[in-house]
């Protein structure tokens, strides 16, 4: 099994790449998760983006609202979305 694609604080990059997390890997490993519990995926996701937003903060910087909500929100939105009928 490969290693768990986890944030590293306060960075919240991916521990083995570097990547922004949540990484396409870690959307996939959440998504199999929380498969049948949406609500749940969003209100973790969510806390998550919160905690990213205050050590943001706490690094100096100043975090971009939008930016941060299409990161760690806005693909659960997109997947559940209906497909376009015809």
Known sequence: ???????????WLRRSCAAPWPCQPAR?????EFEGHSVAL???????????MDDTLRLGG??????????????????RRAPPTA
Do not use: K, V
Not at 42 to 51: D, G, I, P
């Open 42 to 52: 969003a209100f973790y996701l969510a806390s998550s983006m919160y905690e990213a």
């Open 1 to 11: 099994m490969g290693r768990p694609h986890l944030p590293m604080r306060p960075a």
């Open 28 to 32: 996939l490993a959440l998504t199999i």
């Open 62 to 79: 100043l975090p971009d609202p939008a930016a941060l909500h299409a990161r760690f929100l806005g693909w659960t939105t997109r997947s």
